[in-house]
């Protein structure tokens, strides 16, 4: 599929600086380009891994990413620019990618990681690098990597926060991954993604690099990286701490792929609170009963729009002085874009409609549009 | 003892650091029970304690001058 360009019919002068340093030299540059790596998420943390990968001879780079490019992705997320709002994010990136370097074979992968397309996607690369959003892909991405023993570089961020760490690399005799540092995901509603908890442009870029610095430590067989430790970082008052870890005893993830195919991850990741859920194949019989009603609590210029669907627009902030709106419907199931403005909406109208049935949809308005 | 406190936990502590009497406590277990009565929504929320850099267990001891931390999972990419 990805077809690396040989090594000796590149021009090295463009990698000269990094090639001069003693620990890199030409052999860990012929590294690199023989390599291929896959990163799943191109937001935050993923356009600055893809920059810098790209930049520095990486052979060939894979990305997966259903989203499209939005306003408000535009202050971090440098890859893009304004022409390309309303484009599915791959498409943008692989346009801007291929400009950075024409050495760097790229593929695009515009769908969701799913169990059923998880293992096709990944089994080409040498490394996957983890830029989700969200628990439900990264324990999913986390599993398939354990089960096929692909390294998995992960980051992820919390207001002015980071973490790093890398997976499946065996060091010491040890084999760890994300379920010895975390073995269950947190509630639903417990850890807010940058949509709810906002993030500073400069974080992202520094969290990223930091992520990307991994991934080329470790093509290149550097003994310094990040395996069995994780490093928080905060770039507000630049503490740091590195956690070192062990096989987690208490963890149960999947043992086969036939086991891993059964898993059901969204049921997991919201396991607490699953009778409120209604999955994609639900969804629908649920709004085909008499007297149902679709709520999208998204603000009114987020994109995509439900226009396939009979849905009220009622954003989060303005939900409790509309609660009369939703007095005639008996069953309500409130949507937004990842799920937890949604869950939000659903324990503020149980408390007014106790004898309602209320549910809402975690995957949230892309997944049923694409 | 001050414990470093990370992420989201911020908001239940009011702050980075919080300062605990270390008399009750003997192992990682006894350090949960305190902070689960002082805070009692910690009890809904996942986190590591993190002991002298190294992610701790229940039934590890504790020493007076150890660092500890607690530290969620982010979830942000």
Known sequence: MLKIKTFLRMDLKRYNRQMILPDFGITAQEKLAESSVLVVGAGGLGCPVLQILVSSGVGAIGIVDFDIVETDNLHRQFLYDEQDVGTPKVIAAVEHLNKMNTDTEIAAFQEMLTSDNVFSIIHNFDVIVDCTDNFTTRYLLNDACALLKKPLVYASIFRHEGQISVFNVEKDNKVTNYRDLFPVPPNQNEVPDCNEAGVLSAHSAVIGTFQANEVIKLLIGSKDVLIHKLLSFNTRNYQSMIVNFNPCKEKSEPETIEQFKNFNYEEFCNIRKENDILSTADLQTFLNQKSSILIDVRETDELPRLNLFQALEIPLASLGQNLKTLENYENLCFICASGKRSRKALELTKSYFPEKEIKHFPAGAKSILS | ?77
């Not at chain 2, 992420?7 to 689960?36: A, H, P, R």
């Open chain 2, 1 to 77: 003892m001050t414990l470093k406190i990370f992420g989201k936990l911020t908001d239940i502590f009011k702050n980075v650091q919080y300062d605990l009497d270390t008399e009750k406590i003997n192992t990682v277990s006894d350090l949960k029970k305190l902070l689960y009565e002082k805070f009692p929504a910690l009890k809904e929320l996942t986190f590591l304690i993190v002991m002298n850099g190294v992610k701790a267990e229940d039934e590890q001891s504790i020493s007076g001058d150890a660092e500890i931390a607690l530290l969620p999972p982010y979830s942000g990419g």
